[in-house]
T-cell receptor
């Protein structure tokens, strides 16, 4: 596709429900990153993948958060038993290759609101 | 102490002004320094990337790195209203850790 896409763009859920956020990276991009961004803050790293392999999940806040990228393309970030503190903008980014200097292209984000 | 410190502003300047945006960092192992621009309701987009100390220029934008002071800057010359956005510094450690460490972002408004 032309850019990184994310769905849904907005998600409102009740506390305790599970949510799944989807990221569709730019075609051919090897690396995929998940970030969380609170209003007025810089992005907070959650996890990233090279192809289908999860390379670093140290930013996931707790075990309610998980991510997968089973075929090395689309990725899903799942939050189980959501809590109000999970409300934030969740952003996905992808980069072409694995070089440290490769540009990360960001998607529009999913705004999650937990009531 | 945070690994990357950035004054969130907001910064408001008249059109045509020179803008200086800054970040400081704590880890001398950091080697890759980036500036991202984020418009309202959009994702960050890469503006400038530098590796070593010194200046790098791209049009009206100049990125400066001073590793001895652990200080990075972004200068915008002849600022335009279209430059109004949040500017985020992001720093990458060397080695296998690909995790970008982000500043809070500085909100800039350029007034016509």
């Amino acid at each position: 596709g032309a850019g990184v896409s994310q769905s849904p763009r907005y998600k409102v859920t009740k506390r305790g429900q599970d949510v799944a956020l989807r990221c569709d990276p730019i075609s051919g991009h090897v690396s995929l990153y998940w970030y969380r961004q609170a209003l007025g803050q810089g992005p907070e790293f959650l996890t990233y993948f090279n192809y289908e392999a999860q390379q670093d999940k140290s930013g996931l806040p707790n075990d309610r958060f998980s991510a997968e990228r089973p075929e090395g393309s689309i990725s899903t970030l799942t939050i189980q038993r959501t809590e109000q503190r999970d409300s934030a903008m969740y952003r996905c980014a992808s980069s072409l290759a694995r070089g440290v200097r490769d540009t990360q292209y960001f998607g529009p984000g999913t705004r999650l609101t937990v009531l | 102490q945070k690994e990357v410190e950035q004054d969130p502003g907001p910064l408001s300047v008249p059109e045509g002004a020179i803008v200086s945006l800054n970040c400081t960092y704590s880890n001398s192992a950091f080697q890759y320094f980036m500036w991202y621009r984020q418009y309202s309701r959009k994702g960050p987009e890469l503006l400038m990337y530098t590796y070593s100390s010194g200046n790098k220029e791209d049009g009206r934008f100049t990125a400066q790195v001073d590793k001895s002071s652990k200080y990075i800057s972004l200068f915008i010359r002849d600022s335009q209203p279209s430059d109004s956005a949040t500017y985020l510094c992001a720093i990458l450690n060397a080695g296998n850790n690909r995790k970008l460490i982000w500043g809070l972002g500085t909100s800039l408004a350029v007034n016509p």
